[in-house]
């Protein structure tokens, strides 16, 4: 996932955490750090330029709260 992202690899953590943590504090409890790199992989294909995965995290959290 790193190489996908401009963030490094404790900073991608870091993101993958703060984004379960706040899943949870809004109630959405069926996931884990693994599922949240899972779905994140998912919304940052690879073979592209490097994105931002925090804002695609947020991004992803953001619908999963409102569903």
Same mark, same amino acid.
């Given at each position: 996932?790193?190489? +996908?992202?401009? $963030? #490094? +690899?404790? +900073?991608?953590?870091?993101?993958?955490? !703060?984004?379960? $943590?706040?899943?949870?504090? /809004?109630?959405? #409890? #069926?996931?884990?750090?693994?599922?949240?790199?899972?779905?994140?992989?998912? !919304?940052?294909?690879?073979? /592209? @330029? +490097?994105? /931002?995965?925090?804002? @695609? @995290?947020?991004?992803?959290?953001?619908?999963? $709260?409102? !569903?």
């Amino acid at each position: 996932m790193a190489p +996908r992202c401009t $963030e #490094d +690899r404790p +900073r991608l953590a870091a993101v993958v955490g !703060s984004t379960l $943590e706040g899943l949870k504090k /809004n109630g959405v #409890d #069926d996931e884990d750090g693994f599922s949240v790199l899972q779905h994140l992989e998912q !919304s940052v294909p690879a073979g /592209n @330029a +490097r994105v /931002n995965c925090a804002s @695609a @995290a947020a991004t992803y959290s953001t619908q999963r $709260e409102g !569903s």
